[in-house]
Every structure is written in structure tokens, then in C-alpha cells.
């Protein structure tokens, strides 16, 4: 079935043909009937099956033959998003489909200004895309206007919900007006976090196109037993092979992230990094410099790469086992998107072996076992272990830490307190007065020692030459200061 017998706009039929789609995929064909119906979908679809068209397609048609009440500006559309990543993928989508249409979009995000997001919404824009927190910043400051909303999104619902979205979401939803229409869509969809839709969905349609949680048919998948020591080497021996040309590799960890990148690099394979300690600047020159082919290699986190759409991809490699059937499935489906042809490398420790027949469970089919000829993990050793733990190292003294020896006689710098009046200075030259050290053992230069003080908390008073007390206020010795490492 064409594009032009779903019955949209002309204007944006247009704007889809010259993206070059001529055909709907099936989650498309599915879920744009109900959603131009006025009704709540839930759509569920393998991730690259085109579920961000399903959504926008109908947005752009209501607002494109529907005007505002009362000719009013202001925020008509809201898509909810869990990642930056993905609010940046979705404003494509819509730019590209809106071309022709007369429409505003806005993006709100974290890690980035907040003035340019306040002047769209002030400036009354139709469709706004955001990230749940902040646009709960927003809406503490009283930036955000939902009065004229008509729809809202909630995209990656499954991970909006099951990974502490749960508070955000409802405080959203919560302040939309209760006349909307809101639709949902994910890869997966659990049954517990299908329970709380109906808090936010009348009546829901649900769209399900495949399996519930099935990954694409697309993708060949194959698992390699590996110990965790030898993984970095099975990735470099893998890379070996030209054919692996796009290959997006996933670790559990930001650390993991930077040490995969950083063994990569030195053994001259173009690599990049996308996790939440980047800024947002660098997330997306990473994105963009994986898109266009200079680098060869991206790694990233489970919750840095929701929303990366990008054709081509050749190889994912799960370094790290994901430890939730739903990740693996969102993992694997960054390739064979669009019905594309890819590879899903996972490397499984004896520890995730526990983990991978849950997946196998949850997925309702075996995953082939796969061991390498000629792998040797010895050709790929590079000397010690990387030590990836980037937090910066002072060398400071501890409190009470023993004293750190001196060199050509100087006091130590963590005493802080003066020599009294006629002692001799660790140099041996005697001070004013010429009286000599108290009693105690002779250091290794045969000059004489002086006894310990009292500790500062001690009743015993230091006394004055001659034997009077110290007063307590005049002369008396500053406080002992703790100086840190020099």
C-alpha cells in the first residue's frame, strides 16, 4: 500500500517521497489509521521498524488541516523522550516531514542552555520534543503553557517508565489537560508497566506488529564465550575483519566505555564515545562523526545510545552482557534497521550465563554459539592493564599520617609551630640565647634532640625559659594548623 492511500496531507505525502520512502512499513500501516481516528494507541514494534513516522505523520496532519482554538499560538503536540539522543533523532524526523508545512518545532533538554528553550516555548511553538527532566525544570520556573495542548507521546515508553521516569512521567502527564489524545510507543512493553497506562490512555488501541519484544528478523545473532580478561583482544581480533566497517559496541559502564575507546585508538582503529559524562557537544560530534563514516568504531552506554538512528550500522557488540532481556533487544536493534541486513556479536562471561538463557526465554529461541579459529589472546597484549579510573589523584598527607622525612634540615611543614627562644634550629646553628636542647637521645648527626611536647590537649603547660608559665593569652602559640601534601 502506498503512502498516498493512508489519506495525509498532500504536502506531506510529498515530504515523504523525496525521503525517499515510498511504502509504509507495517507498524505505519497500523497504527496511523487509529491515531488520525482521534484515538489512544499504544504501538509496539521491533526497534528500525519506522515507529517515529508513526506517530509525527498523524501529529503533522492534524495540525496541518486543524487550526488552533481561536487562532491561539502555543504548544499544540508534546513528545516525550528519555534521552537527548533521541529528542535530537525525533526533531529530524519531524524537519524532514514538515519541510513544506508552515510548522514550529522546539527540542528541551538538559546539558545546554536554557534560554533559547524558554524563548520557543514564549514564542508559542507547536510541536515540542523534550526530555522528561527538563522539562519539569521548565515547568517549575512557569515557562511551559500546556492549555492549547492537543497530543502527547511518550516514545521508548518502556524505558520512560521502567527506568525512574516513573515520578517525572506522571508529573507530566499529570498537568496536561485531561481532553487530549496520547499515544505510546515502544520495542517492548512489559505487562507491569503496561498496567500503568491506563493512568495516562482511554481506551487504548494497541498496535502490535511481530512478537511482543522479538528483535528484527534482520539481524543474525550469535553469542562467543569469552573470560573477561580476554574480551578486549576477541574485540580486536574481531576488527581484523574489513567487513566490519560500522560497528556499534556497547559497554555496561562510562569507565568500560573509555577504556574499550582508549585500547582501540592505540592500535589505530577510529573510535568515539557516547555515555552521560560527555557534554552535549561531544555527544553529538561523536554522533556525527559515526554517521559519516570517520570513525569506524562508536562505544556507548545502554542509556546514551536510545535514539541512535543511524543507516548502515554493520555489527553491534555487546562487550558487556546486558543484564535485561528488553536492553538486548533495544541493543541489537540499532542494526538490520529498515529491514537491513546486520550482525549481533554478544561476549558472555561464565557469570552471564545466568542472563542469557533469560534472554532466550524472554525471546523464545536459542541463540547460536560461536567459537573463533586462531584467536589468540597473547597477540593482542599491549602490557599492563589500562587503568581507567579518570578521577584525579592528589598526593596530600593524611591527618595524623606519620611524618614525611626532611632534607637538608628544614622543619616539617605539618608541625606549624615556632621553636621556643634559645633552642637550637634542625641545622644544629644555635638561636638567641644559646640555650641548649633538653634532654633526649642524639640524633644520627650527634647534635642533641629535643623531647617530645605535650599534645596540644595535654594539662601539661609548656614553660618559659627560666622556668615561668606561659601566660595563657599574651605570647601563647597559635593554633596547630594541618597543612595538606606540598
Do not use: W
Request: glycine share 10%.
Amino acid at each position: 500500500m502506498p503512502f498516498t492511500a493512508l489519506g495525509l496531507e498532500p504536502r506531506i505525502t510529498k515530504a515523504v517521497l523525496e525521503a525517499g520512502y515510498t511504502e509504509p512499513t507495517p507498524i505505519q500501516t497500523k497504527a496511523i489509521p487509529p491515531v488520525l481516528q482521534g484515538r489512544d494507541v499504544i504501538g509496539i514494534a521491533q526497534t528500525g521498524t519506522g515507529k517515529t513516522a508513526a506517530f509525527v505523520l498523524p501529529i503533522l496532519q492534524r495540525l496541518a488541516t486543524q487550526g488552533a482554538p481561536m487562532g491561539r499560538r502555543g504548544m499544540r503536540a508534546l513528545i516525550v523522550a528519555p534521552t537527548r539522543e533521541l529528542v535530537v533523532q525525533i526533531e529530524e524526523n519531524v524537519r524532514k516531514y514538515a519541510r513544506h508545512l508552515r510548522i514550529r518545532v522546539a527540542t528541551v533538554f538538559g546539558g545546554v542552555g536554557e534560554g533559547p528553550q524558554k524563548a520557543a516555548l514564549r514564542a508559542g511553538t507547536e510541536i515540542v520534543i523534550a526530555t522528561p527532566g527538563r522539562l519539569i525544570d521548565l515547568m517549575g520556573q512557569g515557562c511551559v503553557d500546556f492549555s492549547l495542548l492537543e497530543v502527547a507521546v511518550l516514545d521508548e515508553a518502556d524505558r520512560m517508565l521502567d527506568m525512574g521516569f516513573i515520578p517525572a512521567v506522571r508529573r507530566i502527564v499529570g498537568a496536561l489537560p485531561k481532553k487530549r489524545q496520547t499515544l505510546m510507543f515502544s520495542a517492548t512493553l512489559s505487562k507491569e508497566i503496561e498496567a500503568l497506562t491506563s493512568e495516562m490512555l482511554t481506551k487504548p488501541e494497541t498496535v502490535q506488529v511481530g512478537r511482543r519484544a522479538n528483535p528484527a528478523e534482520s539481524v543474525t545473532q550469535f553469542v562467543i564465550e569469552v573470560p573477561k580478561n580476554d574480551k578486549l583482544a576477541l574485540l580486536q581480533h574481531l576488527l581484523l575483519d574489513e567487513k566490519m566497517d560500522s560497528v556499534l559496541v556497547f559497554s555496561r559502564t562510562k569507565h568500560g566505555a573509555d577504556k574499550i575507546a582508549r585500547r582501540l585508538s592505540s592500535t589505530g582503529v577510529a573510535t568515539a564515545t557516547l555515555h552521560s559524562n560527555k557534554s552535549q557537544n561531544q555527544r553529538l560530534a561523536a554522533l556525527k562523526a559515526f554517521k559519516s563514516g570517520e570513525v569506524r568504531v562508536l562505544v556507548a552506554t545502554d542509556i546514551a545510545a536510545r535514539g541512535i538512528d543511524v543507516e548502515g550500522i554493520s555489527h553491534v557488540v555487546n562487550f558487556d552482557f546486558p543484564p535485561q532481556p528488553e536492553d538486548y533487544v533495544h541493543r541489537i536493534g540499532r542494526t538490520g534497521r529498515a529491514a537491513a541486513i546486520g550482525d549481533a556479536i554478544s561476549f558472555v562471561m561464565p557469570d552471564d550465563q545466568s542472563n542469557l538463557r533469560a534472554l532466550e526465554r524472554f525471546i523464545n529461541r536459542g541463540i547460536p554459539r560461536k567459537k573463533l579459529d586462531g584467536f589468540d589472546p597473547k597477540k593482542y597484549e599491549v602490557g599492563p592493564p589500562v587503568n581507567f579510573d579518570d578521577r584525579p589523584r592528589g598526593s596530600f598527607q593524611r591527618r595524623n599520617a606519620p611524618a614525611r622525612p626532611q632534607t637538608g634540615g628544614r622543619p616539617h611543614a605539618s608541625s606549624g609551630r615556632p621553636q621556643t627562644a634559645g633552642r637550637p634550629s634542625s641545622g644544629g646553628r644555635p638561636q638567641a640565647g644559646g640555650r641548649p636542647q633538653a634532654g633526649g637521645r642524639p640524633s644520627s648527626g650527634g647534635r642533641p634532640q629535643s623531647s617530645p611536647r605535650p599534645h596540644a590537649t595535654s594539662s601539661a603547660r609548656p614553660q618559659h625559659p627560666g622556668g615561668a608559665s606561659r601566660p595563657a593569652t599574651a605570647g601563647a602559640r597559635p593554633p596547630r594548623r594541618e597543612r595538606f601534601g606540598r
